[in-house]
């Protein structure tokens, strides 16, 4: 009688050690910004439970510092939610290309996924598995989400860990310090560390571009507004890319066209891993 297979632990397979150790490269610029926020909630006149409890739950620097001055006002809550909802939009866009990969999973681990996802997880995870433009097949499926979950708790554990200190020691913390601006400059050096090529490079200036041009408009749309522009340019520079020119009889140069580059959703912020 044959024994049932048994998979390994998500925390017990080798891509879960990849994944957490590609996000500890870059999580000293998520503490930065963490410790900011945590410093922030406290500064607004939120308190040190509510601010704990919004670490926890909301889990999104950015839609967790568009918020607070509206906190600090007594705005209704509506617009709270509102303003939460337009920062955070990016994430409908993430979801769009995360979905070949978690599909199979049920509502509630997807909802886990969700709460557990960030920019830097995205991009990391596309650069990565982003040539799978169909998803991984049922033989990768669990090392794809296992390299996922050593990404996401690392980066969870670095930001909690920074806002709690943030939040706990925001009155010992000058702000003379620049500690906000440090965090900029170190994701500043990381995105650029992903750009690679002509596509990223161009894409790159045109969401800088973007978000420069409709800074004022409000809600910090102008986030949105990058994003969106970015993913859609590289999305079609590489969909130029890989189309058979006239006469290659289907690919360019005597090569298949899959050849010619990473997937679109990858090539939008950075290259397939080798």
């Known amino acids: 009688m044959s024994v049932p297979y048994e998979r390994?632990?998500?925390?017990?397979?080798?891509?879960f050690a990849r994944g957490a150790r590609e996000m500890a490269a870059v999580s000293l610029g998520m503490a930065a910004w963490g410790l900011v926020t945590g410093m922030a909630m406290?500064?607004?006149?939120?308190?040190?439970?509510?601010?704990?409890?919004?670490?926890?739950?909301?889990?999104?620097?950015?839609?967790?510092?568009?918020?607070?001055?509206?906190?600090?006002?007594?705005a209704p809550l509506?617009?709270?939610?509102?303003?939460?909802l337009c920062v955070n939009l990016r994430f409908v866009i993430f979801s769009a290309q995360w979905r070949p990969f978690f599909k199979h999973l049920s509502r509630p681990q997807r909802l886990w996924h969700g709460y557990l996802a960030t920019d830097m997880g995205y991009v990391l995870f596309m650069k990565r598995?982003?040539?799978?433009?169909?998803?991984?097949?049922?033989?990768?499926?669990?090392?794809?989400?296992?390299?996922?979950?050593?990404?996401?708790?690392?980066?969870?554990?670095?930001?909690q860990t920074a806002s709690m200190l943030?939040?706990?020691?925001?009155?010992?913390?000058?702000?003379?310090?620049?500690?906000?601006?440090?965090?900029?400059?170190a994701l500043l050096a990381l995105?650029?560390?992903?750009?690679?090529?002509?596509?990223?490079?161009?894409?790159?200036?045109?969401?800088?571009?973007?978000?420069?041009?409709?800074?004022?408009?409000?809600?910090?749309?102008?986030?949105?507004?990058?994003?969106?522009?970015?993913?859609?340019?590289?999305?079609?520079?590489?969909?130029?890319?890989k189309r058979p020119g006239p006469g290659d009889g289907g690919a360019r140069g005597g090569r298949a066209p899959d050849a010619q580059g990473p997937s679109a959703s990858a090539t939008a912020l950075g290259r397939d891993a080798p």
Request: aromatic fraction near 10%.
């Open 78 to 84: 509506w617009l709270i939610w509102a303003t939460a």
């Open 166 to 185: 943030g939040i706990f020691l925001a009155d010992s913390i000058p702000e003379h310090w620049g500690i906000g601006f440090a965090g900029t400059l």
């Open 8 to 15: 390994t632990p998500l925390w017990r397979e080798p891509a």
């Open 191 to 241: 995105s650029c560390s992903l750009i690679t090529d002509r596509i990223t490079v161009m894409t790159a200036v045109v969401a800088g571009a973007a978000a420069l041009a409709a800074y004022a408009w409000p809600l910090r749309l102008n986030i949105v507004v990058a994003i969106a522009a970015g993913v859609a340019l590289g999305m079609v520079l590489d969909h130029q890319r």
């Open 129 to 159: 598995h982003g040539g799978l433009k169909d998803g991984p097949d049922e033989s990768t499926r669990h090392e794809v989400l296992a390299y996922f979950w050593g990404g996401a708790v690392m980066n969870w554990v670095a930001w």
């Open 42 to 74: 406290v500064n607004s006149g939120l308190g040190v439970p509510l601010s704990v409890f919004m670490s926890l739950v909301v889990y999104a620097g950015s839609a967790q510092l568009a918020s607070l001055p509206l906190l600090a006002m007594g």
